[in-house]
């Protein structure tokens, strides 16, 4: 009788089980090839990481949680080493999946080839070219000790060839992230919307911005924080701007004694479906986030990146999306062309169209 391979997924932040939900659901249609273990290693560690979130994401819960969030860059992963180690002796999986540049891809990636197992990468070959971002930092280790590059954008080929990694080991295959985001558009045409807390802000504001922040090159210098604070507060004189504040964030602005203008309405985090709900229907998105450049292509809203740089060109070239860094009076500027109808329609990418789960089980199926 054939053996059942092992397969350990790792996932340590909101945005890694949205990607990772995917990928389960289709191994799960396919269970005689491989079967998989879920590790979470805690690196968000809030109360929304419960049993609801994976719920909604239509996975089980994880069947190791590691628990060691917070700390430094450093401690962070060393401790994620340092547990998820034990994890994989405890069950030596034939493969470990990571997917995309957080410390625990990094950490668990690490582990895995130590411990002479094989690595593969979701979102492999992705660079910004910004050193400075820890992001960057892990994309690039990871990316030189994996055995299976599954990317997202033809970019990712272009710079793992570059970079040295063999060809056959490479495969474009589209973007589980996208997957995801389909799965829950359809999801949200089916429910009782109305429910949802962002349905009550939209009713009430009619036309709006959406905003989010958390990147530390943003929020953790007092003068780029104040740069960006301004240009908020001038375009919410003209359109109100709907910002789910991340504790990070929120913790910088009280520690730096800046305040927001009152037409920025501030809420705690939003669950995947209630954020969705909300800038699907945005005039704008103003945000630093990676995953939002790529979902706000995907569904063709006009999104403004508040970085110099991007991993993600693809949003650039084809999308929606257009980098307009920290200066008030280019970000200003681009939000009125938006609004005034300048804005970028572009096209959703090619291989995103909802199947790169069923791409990487297709190959895994034969590794």
């Known amino acids: 009788m054939k053996r059942v391979k092992e397969l350990c997924l790792v996932a340590g932040t909101r945005p890694n089980f949205m990607k990772i939900a995917p990928l389960a659901r289709a191994l799960a249609r396919r269970p005689g090839e491989w079967r998989y273990s879920l590790v979470h290693t805690g690196q968000h560690f809030d109360r929304e990481m419960n049993d609801v979130f994976f719920e909604d994401l239509e996975i089980p819960a994880p069947d190791v949680r590691l628990d060691f969030g917070g700390a430094t860059h450093a401690e962070q992963t060393a401790r994620v080493m340092t547990g998820f180690e034990k994890a994989v002796r405890a069950r030596r999986p034939d493969m470990v999946v990571v997917v995309g540049d ?63 990694r063999p060809q056959a080991a490479i ?21 009782d919307a109305d429910a949802l807390s962002s349905s009550n802000i939209k009713k009430r504001l009619g036309d709006y911005a959406v905003l989010t922040l ?15 604070a301004a240009a908020i507060g001038e375009l919410a004189a003209e359109l109100p701007i ?46 630093d986030s990676g995953g939002i450049q790529e979902e706000t292509t995907a569904l063709g809203v006009p999104c403004l990146t508040l ?6 060109p693809i949003t650039l070239e084809e999308g929606t999306n257009e980098l307009v860094g920290t200066d008030p009076q280019a970000i200003v500027g681009a939000a009125r062309r938006v609004l005034a109808g300048g804005g970028r329609t572009g096209r959703r990418p090619e ?16 590794f």
């Open 214 to 228: 958390h990147r530390a090159g943003n929020v953790d210098d007092p003068a780029v924080l104040t740069r960006l």
């Open 307 to 312: 970085r110099e740089n991007t991993e993600r």
């Open 102 to 164: 957080v410390n625990s891809t990094l950490a668990c990636g690490i582990v895995a080839k130590k411990e002479h197992i094989a690595l593969a990468h979701i979102e492999a070959g992705l660079r910004s070219g910004d050193m400075t971002m820890p992001e960057e930092v892990n994309r690039r280790v990871v990316d030189s000790i994996s055995d299976v590059f599954y990317v997202t954008e033809k970019s990712g080929v272009e710079n793992l060839r570059r970079e040295g």
């Open 171 to 191: 495969r474009f295959v589209g973007h589980v992230m996208i997957d995801n985001l389909m799965h829950q558009v359809e999801k949200l045409g089916r429910i």
């Open 242 to 287: 709907v910002f789910p504040v991340h504790p990070r964030t929120r913790n910088s602005l009280e520690r730096f004694g800046l305040s927001l203008s009152q037409r920025v309405i501030t809420t705690p985090p939003l669950g995947y479906l209630d954020f969705l709900n909300l800038w699907k229907d945005a005039r704008v998105v103003l945000t």
């Open 351 to 366: 291989l995103w169209d909802g199947r790169a789960a069923e791409r990487i089980v297709a190959h895994l199926a034969g």
